[in-house]
């Protein structure tokens, strides 16, 4: 059974970055498409960031610069490293492999 698990969210001002991780076990990451979504409270998922299979990487426009995506196949660990968070990004991050997805780990942005 395939399990994604996300790590490194918590609590920062505004300014600040986190890195944040998912982890797989039960499959190896490597030949997926891996995306990080949010869901910021009261509002609709989103698309954050992508990897796909073929080492491309695409993010949402208002992450363009900020945010990167990377992955370690030989880990099963993606990242997305967050960089001058704001307050609008408070939300629960996921990542999304095939039709898996995480539990979540939850980034709050204080002003």
């Known amino acids: 059974q395939v399990q994604l698990l996300e790590s490194g969210g918590g609590l920062v001002q505004a300014g600040a970055s986190l890195r944040l991780s998912c982890s797989a076990s039960?499959?190896?990451?490597?030949?997926?498409?891996v995306t990080w979504y949010r869901r910021a409270p009261g509002k609709e998922r989103e698309f954050v960031a992508v990897?796909?299979?073929?080492?491309?990487?695409y993010y949402t426009n208002s992450v363009e610069g900020r945010f990167t995506i990377s992955r370690d196949d030989a880990q099963e660990t993606v990242y997305l490293e967050m960089s001058r968070l704001n307050p609008k990004e408070t939300a629960m991050y996921y990542c999304?492999?095939?039709?898996?997805w995480g539990t979540g780990t939850q980034v709050t942005v204080s002003a």
């Open positions: 990897s796909t299979k073929n080492g491309q990487t």
């Open positions: 039960g499959r190896t990451f490597s030949g997926y498409t």
């Open positions: 999304h492999m095939n039709q898996y």
